[in-house]
């Protein structure tokens, strides 16, 4: 193992654990902070609670805080930090909004995190093109502001109101993805500060390029292991003339998934179709003050043309009615879709609710739609079987689904049986022709899985590529791959 000098490496572990993660980490060299304290002023702290809210993120691991925090403002800032840290060997962790799932941003051998939240400009708006360029602490929320007035939006949507920035390095996707694809399918370009501190650009604002290698599908999905990102440059697409929302309630998942399998069979060009099981509708019901038949459900929206949207949802009407769909029910209204698709990104925190108290274990996988009811249908039968609270929503037109176990956080038991759990749904989604994960991506949790997915072979390729790019292992070392 090529560890970082003056740091700990933690043990290969899947269970998200206190002995995870590394202990006695040397304390950062007073002319590393000094150097720091003088360039960023208040904006450097080593403040505990500073540090606590940065050593978390949306997984079960425990807190695991950085020790020390800069707030860069500039992408020469997060040069200037990353040479400095690279001079001093000390690790790396970019921060954006915290709202990853697996570990990411969580310092496990201590060092510093560079918070880009604060750089949150809006580069360049080049609507005749249907481009923007923006700095990596941009939210898609603030994003979708920003460009509204130009007739355009920004289509990627997570749930969670994340930074661009770290929806690159996660490679997220979201409910939106089986029309328009994910990151991966809408950066065109990116900024990145390299392990030595050095600005490099990737990509432009072209349709397409046959440049030599693509390093912007590199920095995409790495999970700033590889660079830190400091701004993007994205695809926008035309607002749609028309948008219409639908629920259709369904005797089981089967018959939801089988319904989502002719709709993309029949090329309808569906801009959203969620599942959410009956657990989940009880959940969202309960928070949100809805009455959502307590049913395996589709959540769908039709981007289009009215005529085109009409046509659409008559034909996806027909479609659930051969497979026992019911309870067929529009929204058409902004104000009645944004409350449908509130309460769907809402599911997370509808379930903590469900068992007040309880800490979730949350997993994502992806296959080829055929084989998605069955990967679903046998994860909820472990889950009743091992008597563990669990939901389940998925982006189901591309196969990816989310289950979560609501467990008590006194009952340790609890976590080793769901984590066990976790381990064969992932498990039979690779043997299914899947992956691991779909769009929460690898950090701390699934790097064993990688291995199980990719092979030992692509792996040291991975690793290979990792040291080439950061000889000294301080980008946000101990995540996607061993060194």
């Known amino acids: 193992m090529h560890a970082v000098a ?15 993660f590394a202990r006695g980490a040397q304390a950062l060299p007073d002319d590393f902070v000094q150097t720091l304290r003088g360039r960023f002023g208040e904006r450097f702290s080593t403040a505990t609670a500073v540090r606590e809210q940065h050593g978390r993120d949306e997984s079960s691991y425990p807190t695991t805080p950085p020790q020390a925090v800069v707030y860069a403002l ?29 570990g990411h941003v969580l310092a496990i051998h201590g060092g510093l995190t560079i918070d880009v939240s604060r750089m949150d400009r809006i580069v360049a708006i080049n609507a005749e093109d249907l481009t923007v360029t923006v700095q990596a602490g941009v939210t898609r929320e603030q994003l979708n502001r920003e460009v509204k007035d130009s007739g355009l939006f920004f289509p990627i949507d997570p749930g969670a109101n994340a930074s661009l920035g770290g929806m690159c390095a996660t490679r997220a996707s979201g409910t939106n993805a ?13 900024k990145v500060v390299t392990a030595s501190g050095e600005i490099i650009r990737t990509g432009t ?27 993007v440059t994205l695809k926008l697409y035309p607002l749609p003339e028309a948008v219409s929302a ?15 399998i002719a709709i993309i069979q029949m090329g309808v060009p569906i801009a959203r179709c969620e599942l959410l099981d009956a657990n989940a509708i009880r959940g969202v019901n309960k928070h949100s003050n809805l009455s959502l038949r307590e049913a395996p459900m589709l959540l769908m929206e039709f981007h289009g043309s009215p005529a085109g949207v009409q046509e659409q949802a008559e034909a996806v009407q ?13 929204a058409s209204t902004p104000e009645d879709r944004s409350r449908l698709w509130k309460a769907r990104h809402q599911a997370y925190f509808a379930a903590l609710q469900m068992r007040p108290g309880c800490r979730m274990l949350t997993s994502d996988t992806c296959v080829p739609i055929s084989r998605l009811a069955e990967s679903i249908n046998a994860s909820v039968d472990e889950a009743e079987a091992a008597g563990l ?23 340790p038991g609890e976590m080793v049986r769901a984590e066990a759990l976790s381990q064969r749904m992932v498990e039979r989604a690779i043997r299914l022709g899947g992956t691991c994960t779909g769009e929460h991506g690898i ?11 990719a092979g030992e072979g692509a792996v040291a390729m991975m690793r290979s590529i990792k040291l080439a790019l950061d000889p000294l292992n301080i980008l946000n070392p101990g995540k996607v791959v061993r060194v």
């Not at 500039?74 to 697996?102: F, K, W």
């Not at 089986?178 to 990116?190: A, D, P």
């Not at 609270?389 to 998925?394: A, C, F, Q, S």
């Open 443 to 453: 950090g701390l949790h699934k790097m064993d899985y990688l291995v199980q997915e």
């Open 74 to 102: 500039t992408e020469d800032e997060v040069a200037a930090a990353v040479a400095l840290a690279a001079q001093h060997r000390v690790p790396v962790i970019a921060y954006g909004t915290g709202s990853s799932l697996e």
């Open 318 to 330: 027909a479609i659930a009615s051969e497979h026992g769909g019911t309870a067929f029910e529009w």
């Open 6 to 20: 003056g740091f700990l490496e933690s043990p290969a572990m899947n269970a998200p654990t206190e002995s995870v």
């Open 205 to 231: 604002r072209a349709k397409k390029s046959s440049a030599g290698y693509d390093l912007t599908r590199l920095f995409v999905g790495s999970e700033g292991t590889l660079g830190v990102i400091v701004e």
């Open 389 to 411: 609270p669990y939901w389940v929503v998925g982006h189901v037109g591309d196969g990816n689904f989310h289950l979560a176990y609501l467990l008590d956080p006194n009952d």
């Open 178 to 190: 089986v029309r328009y694809g994910t990151m991966r399918e809408n950066v065109l370009g990116l």
């Open 246 to 260: 639908a629920t259709c309630s369904f005797p089981s998942i089967a018959a939801a998934v089988d319904t989502t």
